[in-house]
Every structure is written in structure tokens, then in C-alpha cells.
């Protein structure tokens, strides 16, 4: 079993913080992970298929606290309503009126017993703020409707795709088709920053956890493709 130490989640939440990866061959070789590692949280995450890993992490006392899903975006095949799109990045002028945002994550892997409701939001704050500046995202978009912000979506490239970080709506704007707006946007956008390029970003992809019904039948209606599933195991080391 390969353990590291998270260095910007023991940083940003001021306490020692462990990814967990069970390798296949080590799951005869027994840690005691009490004896190996100072005090704080070991995290693992592991595909859902994975039934050996799964076995190995609940015999060391781990506790399964989120299933993570990842939807598959073909941009090839979407077509879109790009009349429909009125996005524009975000800036540090509107993070004061994006306070809601950081509230639309309480039940994310990020929650109680591991995680207070504080520390829940002031991590999905800084999320947003870094995503603006260009930091682990690389890029922020806003729909703003009569003066007023309804919803936001981060992105993040990666090879040939582009990964979702945060998308969230405002709360009063919530079951509206906003959610349906800014995954448009996001289509459009791609296709236009990308358009001389196109062959390198073939799909959009985005994460969510099993509890999130609402979000899944937003990809699911709008010709996403389950992709990825995995599991969260936390254990807290005494």
C-alpha cells in the first residue's frame, strides 16, 4: 500500500492529510498504519470495480464516504443553441456577489465526520478564487441575466478533454435551465477557442457524486454517457 502526504490539503486545512493507493501486491503485507503515520485523515479513492481494493480498505477500518461519477461529453455530437449562450468570465469584481457559490457543495467527500461545514466552504471558496486567477482551473465562466449572476462552471484541460471543476447556481435560480445554460456555454466556448485545434479536444467531462440526482439527469439529458465511477474511503488515524 503507497501512502503520500497531501501536501496542499494538509497546508490549506492546517492538518495532516494522506492519499491511500492499495496496490494489488502489497494487500497481504498488514500496516499498521497506527505505528507508521503521525495523527490526521487517509483518504483512497478506487474504482468501483476494483473489489480487492475495496475489500483491503474496509478490512484497515476505512469508512466509504462518497461515490464519485464521471460523465462523458462527446463534443463531436452535440449540437447547440448558440443564441442561447451568455456567459462571460468571471473576475475578482464579482467574487463579492458569488458568496452562494461556495454553499453548493455540502455534500461533496468534503463533509462531516471528516470535514466541517466551515472548512467545506472555505475550501470550495478557494476553489473559486483560484479558478478566476487561472489556478488548477483554467478557466471561469459566469451567466449574468439583468445585472444579476445565476450560475457559474469552471474548466480545466486536460489531454484531449476538458474537465468540469465547479458548476453551480444560484439558489433562487435553481430548476430554471440555468444548469442547462452554462453547459451550452461551455460547448460553445470550447468549440470556438478550440476550433483550429479541434481534434485535440474531443470531450467534455464532468464529476459528480451519487446523491446528486439532479446534476446527473442534467448530463444525462443533455447527451452525456456515464464514463467512471469510484469510490471515496476515509479512515481518521488516532
Given at each position: 500500500?503507497?501512502?503520500?502526504?497531501?501536501?496542499?490539503?494538509?497546508?490549506?486545512?492546517?492538518?495532516?492529510?494522506?492519499?491511500?493507493?492499495?496496490?494489488?501486491?502489497?494487500?497481504?503485507?498488514?500496516?499498521?498504519?497506527?505505528?507508521?503515520?503521525?495523527?490526521?485523515?487517509?483518504?483512497?479513492?478506487?474504482?468501483?470495480?476494483?473489489?480487492?481494493?475495496?475489500?483491503?480498505?474496509?478490512?484497515?477500518?476505512?469508512?466509504?464516504?462518497?461515490?464519485?461519477?464521471?460523465f462523458r461529453l462527446d463534443l463531436a455530437k452535440i449540437s447547440v443553441d448558440?443564441?442561447?449562450?451568455?456567459?462571460?468570465?468571471?473576475?475578482?469584481?464579482?467574487?463579492?456577489?458569488?458568496?452562494?457559490?461556495?454553499?453548493?457543495?455540502?455534500?461533496?467527500?468534503?463533509?462531516?465526520?471528516?470535514?466541517?461545514?466551515?472548512?467545506?466552504?472555505?475550501?470550495?471558496?478557494?476553489?473559486?478564487?483560484?479558478?478566476?486567477?487561472?489556478?488548477?482551473?483554467?478557466?471561469?465562466?459566469?451567466?449574468?441575466?439583468?445585472?444579476?449572476?445565476?450560475?457559474?462552471?469552471?474548466?480545466?484541460?486536460?489531454?484531449?478533454?476538458?474537465?468540469?471543476?465547479?458548476?453551480?447556481?444560484?439558489?433562487?435560480?435553481?430548476?430554471?435551465?440555468?444548469?442547462?445554460?452554462?453547459?451550452?456555454?461551455?460547448?460553445?466556448?470550447l468549440q470556438e477557442k478550440y476550433s483550429d485545434q479541434a481534434e485535440k479536444?474531443?470531450?467534455?467531462?464532468?464529476?459528480?457524486?451519487?446523491?446528486?440526482?439532479?446534476?446527473?439527469?442534467?448530463?444525462?439529458?443533455?447527451?452525456?454517457?456515464?464514463?467512471?465511477?469510484?469510490?471515496?474511503?476515509?479512515?481518521?488515524?488516532?
Amino acid at each position: 500500500m503507497k501512502i503520500e502526504r497531501n501536501q496542499w490539503e494538509s497546508n490549506f486545512f492546517g492538518r495532516e492529510i494522506y492519499n491511500v493507493n492499495p496496490q494489488q501486491n502489497l494487500f497481504e503485507n498488514d500496516v499498521n498504519l497506527n505505528s507508521t503515520l503521525p495523527q490526521g485523515l487517509l483518504q483512497a479513492k478506487v474504482t468501483t470495480a476494483d473489489w480487492q481494493a475495496i475489500h483491503y480498505l474496509q478490512q484497515q477500518q476505512f469508512q466509504l464516504v462518497e461515490t464519485e461519477i464521471t460523465f462523458r461529453l462527446d463534443l463531436a455530437k452535440i449540437s447547440v443553441d448558440r443564441t442561447a449562450c451568455n456567459c462571460r468570465f468571471v473576475t475578482g469584481r464579482d467574487l463579492s456577489q458569488l458568496h452562494w457559490v461556495c454553499e453548493q457543495f455540502s455534500q461533496t467527500r468534503f463533509r462531516q465526520p471528516y470535514f466541517s461545514l466551515q472548512e467545506n466552504q472555505r475550501f470550495y471558496q478557494q476553489w473559486l478564487e483560484n479558478a478566476v486567477v487561472g489556478v488548477f482551473d483554467d478557466a471561469c465562466l459566469l451567466i449574468v441575466e439583468n445585472e444579476i449572476p445565476k450560475g457559474i462552471v469552471s474548466l480545466r484541460l486536460t489531454k484531449r478533454a476538458v474537465q468540469i471543476g465547479l458548476l453551480a447556481v444560484s439558489p433562487e435560480f435553481q430548476g430554471k435551465g440555468i444548469g442547462k445554460k452554462l453547459l451550452n456555454s461551455v460547448v460553445v466556448f470550447l468549440q470556438e477557442k478550440y476550433s483550429d485545434q479541434a481534434e485535440k479536444i474531443d470531450f467534455l467531462l464532468i464529476s459528480t457524486q451519487l446523491s446528486n440526482q439532479r446534476a446527473m439527469r442534467l448530463y444525462q439529458s443533455f447527451g452525456a454517457m456515464l464514463w467512471h465511477s469510484a469510490y471515496w474511503f476515509y479512515r481518521e488515524i488516532a
